[in-house]
């Protein structure tokens, strides 16, 4: 019998579905069966416009040709390579891509499979990095509250998210947390924030208590997409770049969600001309197609582990689909389709005409901040009593069925829209909204 891939399944019961409220979904699925360019398909036939980009990695919107159809090929043509002490082209070709978009001083591309394996494998090379130099005292790890480095233990040890770590023991020691940036004086700023640059120098605080010689790296997303899309305040990203560098300590950005477009340039770092010594990245690498995510790192971090000799292995750590074939044929493709529509810079384009869009959701019911930058943006709703996250679900709900995916997270609805949307999508998509909140108001 062929899989029928176009109707709801009858028996959900066997998969254990992840970040979900599964007992809630089984009872009123959200079904999706068909992706094409904005939208989605659901199992009743029903057109979804896309305000996220999938889980913000589908870029160049959905089953683009290129893309499907390089994939296609190299599945047939080498399905798999070892990744362990054997190469193949494309592997070599997709990082001399990667490196070329990247900012100044990245030069180095390590492939994994996920945004949080990009995060563990940054950490542990941090970590590696300072004893290849004989500075193996710097072992500490510091990360920032509201921050998401994925669901790795290194990731939710850096990262600053209750529920994120609250049942999951111990975790890593020797790490600490910078505040978060989100002030509430800071409320419907369009782009970057005023006020807060100076949360950086919280950072000697800590450098203080520990002495730099502890250190290891600094992690931070440099806009906080999960948590909200938690914008950096003007100077801030230059200040803790400064104080890094004075202290030998490592700058990581996490730009899982920022790579590849999100801000208007290929990377953050390039948006906000501040230029960290490693970047972690997935999603937008591939469109979401092929699970696939890397640590792009300087020479001076590279160049670290190049000694000793030869024939012996130089960092102990990949994974069993590093640099998977079919992956790099799907990034390949992806960059050549960022290229061709000139979507790494299409979100500075469009930045004004969401920025005015989504702020003209201020004032209706409940909205209590809107927050924007390239193609991404927030809408904060104040809690209902008792029940955090329950206003933002009801919304979220709602938007679904009113034909459109948005994001929540606590009771923040976030947008990021695949890097294709036109102007009359985005009307759709925040006018949908609009009526949505107007209606659960
Ligand atoms: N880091 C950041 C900044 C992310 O946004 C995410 C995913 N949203 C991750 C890491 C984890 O990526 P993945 O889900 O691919 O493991």
């Not at 989100?182 to 006020?195: D, R, S, V, Y």
């Not at 092929?290 to 670290?304: C, E, S």
């Not at 750590?317 to 290229?339: E, I």
């Not at 709602?398 to 036109?422: N, Q, Y």
């Amino acid at each position: 019998m062929p899989l029928d891939r176009k109707s709801a399944p009858n028996d959900l019961r066997a998969f254990w579905m992840p970040f979900t409220a599964n007992r809630q979904f089984k009872s009123a699925p959200r079904m999706l069966v068909a992706a094409k360019d904005m939208h989605y398909t659901t199992s009743d036939g029903r057109q979804i416009l896309d305000g996220t980009a999938g889980l913000w990695c589908c870029n160049a919107g959905h089953c683009r040709p290129k893309i499907t159809e390089a994939v296609q090929a190299q599945v047939a043509e080498m399905d798999y390579a070892p990744a362990f002490q054997m190469g193949h082209p494309l592997a070599f070709e997709l990082a001399n891509r990667i490196v070329d978009i990247a900012p100044d001083g990245i030069e180095h591309v390590f492939y994994c499979n996920s945004g949080s394996e990009a995060v563990d494998t940054a950490l542990k090379i941090a970590l590696a990095y300072h004893r290849a130099r004989g500075d193996s005292a710097r072992t500490r790890l510091i990360g920032r509250e509201r921050g998401y480095h994925g669901v790795g233990f290194g990731g939710i040890s850096v990262g600053g998210i209750v529920n994120n770590r609250r049942f999951f023991g111990s975790l890593l020691t020797g790490v600490d947390h910078l505040p978060h940036t989100h002030l509430p004086e800071n409320a419907f700023t369009k782009g970057q924030p005023e006020h807060g640059a100076n949360l950086a120098d919280e950072l000697e605080r800590i450098i203080a208590l520990h002495g730099a010689e502890t250190i290891a790296a600094v992690i931070v997303e440099p806009m906080a997409g999960s948590t909200g899309v938690l914008l950096p305040p003007k100077g801030y990203l230059k200040r803790l770049r400064e104080i890094t560098q004075k202290h030998g300590i490592l700058l990581i950005f996490d730009e899982v969600i920022t790579g590849f477009g999100r801000l208007g340039s290929p990377f953050a770092a390039q948006h906000f001309d501040v230029i960290p010594d490693m970047i972690t990245c997935a999603k937008g690498l591939t469109n979401g197609v092929i699970p696939m995510g890397a640590v792009l790192t300087t020479a001076q971090i590279h160049d670290a582990f190049m000694q000793g000799p030869e024939h012996v292995i130089e960092l102990f750590h990949g994974y069993t689909y590093s640099g998977n074939p079919v992956a790099c044929a799907a990034g390949l493709a992806t960059l050549d389709t960022y290229a061709e529509d000139g979507l790494l810079t299409r979100a500075a384009d469009l930045e004004t005409y969401w920025q005015e869009a989504l702020h003209g959701l201020k004032g209706l019911p409940h909205v209590v901040d809107i927050r924007n930058m390239g193609l991404i943006g927030a809408v904060e709703l104040a809690p209902m009593e008792g029940q955090p996250g329950k206003r933002a679900f009801d919304v979220f709900v709602k938007a679904f069925e009113a034909g459109i995916m948005i994001r929540i997270t606590g009771d923040i609805i976030a947008m990021s829209p695949p890097l294709i949307i036109s102007k009359e999508q985005i009307d759709e998509l925040v006018g949908t909204l609009a009526e949505v909140l107007r209606q659960a108001g």
